[in-house]
């Protein structure tokens, strides 16, 4: 039993000592935490960006008559056929809208917008000439509450 105890203590002197302090060691651990979180920092920042662009392509950006009709080309990409249709449908009532006065029947509006598109404006033109300022920054759901 004596003898026993003995071995056990030394055993667990060896291991203990196998473990020791080493600053080395500990060191060696911290370095190796920072690397690792460096690349998920990095996959962070990509992903936001990410995100940063697909919420980008979702608005309307009205500061030019070329970025009005890229970021609509860009939005209705981003959309299923179903919310495509929807889109197209509020954009041509908003033209319709917009073609004519507040005071004209939706004849008289259908009837100036074909005019509009007859001298060559595409619905693109007239809703940026139009409504081009309130249509900055809107986004699908924006487009369909102003059309309706």
Request: aromatic fraction near 2%; hydrophobic fraction near 40%.
């Amino acid at each position: 039993m004596n003898t026993l105890i003995r071995i056990t203590t030394v055993a667990t002197i060896v291991a203990l000592s196998a473990c020791g302090d080493n600053e080395s060691d500990k060191k060696k651990a911290d370095d190796m935490a920072s690397e690792a979180q460096a690349p998920a920092e990095s996959t962070m920042d990509t992903a936001k960006d990410a995100m940063t662009q697909v919420a980008e392509a979702l608005r309307l950006d009205a500061t030019s008559l070329e970025d009005f009709k890229a970021s609509l080309a860009n939005m209705k990409a981003s959309l299923n056929e179903e919310k495509t249709a929807q889109l197209s449908s509020a954009l041509a009532t908003l033209a319709k809208k917009a073609s004519g006065d507040s005071g004209e029947s939706m004849m008289d509006s259908a009837t100036n917008m074909a005019k509009n598109m007859g001298s060559g404006k595409s619905i693109a033109d007239i809703l940026y000439e139009k409504l081009g300022d309130d249509l900055h920054g809107a986004t699908f759901e924006d487009v369909l509450a102003m059309a309706n």
